[in-house]
């Protein structure tokens, strides 16, 4: 089978095949946009790179002999679920698409929810905000060029082009991060707007938990669409899945 990373529910499904499942014969493929990865176990494969679109993907999935597949990409990957729907049906291969739950807004929360980054950095712009932290991933700061008037902290895993926010101060930081850190930072920071992709999941939380108790307003980035697939939300369903329905 082969299962499509970039989520911490992707390693983790891995781990738990190899550990639990010797009759499953797993790979796990990144894209390859982290130079760092998880490790894992002898038993599980990793390929890291693109396919080539639907019609490479579909390539690999036929000479690799693949029976089944897991999508378990991040919830902002916008492209690869898709092109994994069209790859399985081409071949009628089971898919299943594990996504773990958005976040919700709760009491006290003071979100402002837009549809991507563009949106978000023309909310930063109208918030009047002087001290912004950034934690939408390296790859699409560009948009926030125009934030100029505030003070910028981006977090991220790996640095940024130096020439994409030139003036921001950049934080190098891997999840999970935890409550008392987090209230920490956004406090001496004295961060006055907090900008999140809806990621969902504990790991990247605290962050917005922290945002409430200090009253920070939130510009929250809505994911993109997800095609229609059978769906689940925990590896624990993922591996019922894979070992109840016989899909292999
Ligand atoms: P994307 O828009 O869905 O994918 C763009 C292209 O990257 C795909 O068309 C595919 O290239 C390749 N790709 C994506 N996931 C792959 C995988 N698991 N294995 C092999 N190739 C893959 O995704 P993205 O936003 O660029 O993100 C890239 C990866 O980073 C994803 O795996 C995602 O799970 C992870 N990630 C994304 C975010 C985010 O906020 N976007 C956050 C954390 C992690 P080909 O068409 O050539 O096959």
């Known amino acids: 089978m082969l299962i499509l990373g970039g989520s911490t529910e992707a390693t983790e499904l891995a781990r738990t095949i190899a550990a639990s499942e010797p009759g499953i014969e797993a790979t796990v493929s990144f894209a390859g946009r982290t130079t760092s990865r998880a490790s894992f176990p002898d038993r599980i494969a990793v390929r890291v790179g693109g396919f080539g679109g639907v019609d490479g993907l579909r390539r690999h999935l036929a000479d690799a002999g693949c029976t089944a597949m897991i999508d378990a990409t991040h919830p902002f990957a916008a492209r690869m679920p898709f092109n994994a729907q069209l790859a399985c049906a081409a071949l009628g291969i089971p898919l299943l698409r594990l996504l773990r739950p958005p976040w919700y807004a709760g009491p006290g929360d003071r979100w402002t929810c837009v549809d991507d980054v563009h949106a978000a950095a023309s909310a930063v712009r109208c918030s009047g905000a002087r001290r912004v932290f950034l934690t939408v991933g390296r790859q699409e700061l560009a948009p926030f060029a125009a934030c100029a008037a505030a003070e910028l902290l981006v977090r991220c895993i ?27 930072l956004l406090r001496s920071r004295r961060i006055d ?27 929250m980035v809505r994911r993109p669409p997800s095609p229609d697939v059978p769906t689940v939300a925990t590896v624990a369903d993922a591996l019922a899945w894979l070992t109840g329905s016989r899909v292999l």
Do not use: H
């Open 158 to 184: 790996e640095p940024p082009s130096p020439d994409v926010l030139p003036n921001a101060e950049i934080l190098l930081s891997r999840g999970p991060f935890d409550l008392v850190a987090e209230t920490e």
């Open 193 to 219: 707007l907090l900008v999140s992709k809806n990621a969902g999941g504990t790991a990247t939380r605290a962050k917005i938990d922290a945002a409430r108790a200090l009253c920070v307003d939130v510009v």
